[in-house]
């Protein structure tokens, strides 16, 4: 699993879905445990990863800003296995205006505020059954059961927040 997370971070970073130290990537394992990246640029070199405990404090952790957000979908989620926050400067764009259209649906961007607010963001989540939301000054939130489909709507979502941008 290691050797498969890391090949898609490193997608992620070749397609600059991580912006910075802005966007993560995530794999939960049976243990109740997961591995994501640390708060750190990405890099080949050096070990970009940490395993954490779902629902452990990771206040004095070196994992990304975004473990606590991972652990509540992982413990929300039965089919949540892998989870990506992408920052693509495309997606960053759309989520500065108020929507998205994805398979002949609207999705509505959501204001950074719900990620104060645990309750709201899984029942957005849990709404609109795709395993996805948008969120301003955030990027977006996704979560799939292996790395092929979700790295498969990413570049779809991706591509459909270019056209968008175009026009």
Do not use: W
């Not at 970073?13 to 910075?20: A, I, P, R």
């Not at 952790?61 to 989620?77: P, T």
């Not at 489909?149 to 175009?166: G, P, V, W």
């Amino acid at each position: 699993m290691f050797i498969e997370i890391t090949k898609y971070a490193k997608i992620m970073y070749e397609k600059d879905f991580l912006y910075g130290l802005n966007g993560s990537i995530s794999t939960r394992f049976e243990d109740n445990s997961f591995i994501i990246n640390k708060n750190l640029i990405y890099s080949e070199e050096n070990n970009f990863f940490t395993k954490l405990l779902l629902n452990e404090n990771y206040k004095y952790k070196d994992a990304c800003k975004m473990a606590k957000l991972h652990s509540l979908i992982y413990n929300n989620f039965a089919q949540a296995k892998v989870i990506a926050i992408v920052c693509s400067k495309e997606i960053l764009s759309i989520c500065k205006r108020s929507k998205l259209t994805y398979k002949n649906k609207d999705f509505f961007v959501e204001s950074n505020d719900i990620l104060n607010n645990n309750k709201a963001l899984l029942e957005k989540l849990n709404k609109n059954n795709l395993n996805f939301l948008l969120i301003r000054n955030l990027g977006l939130i996704i979560f799939e059961r292996d790395f092929n489909t979700l790295f498969a709507r990413i570049f779809d979502i991706d591509l459909e927040a270019k056209i968008s941008c175009i026009n």
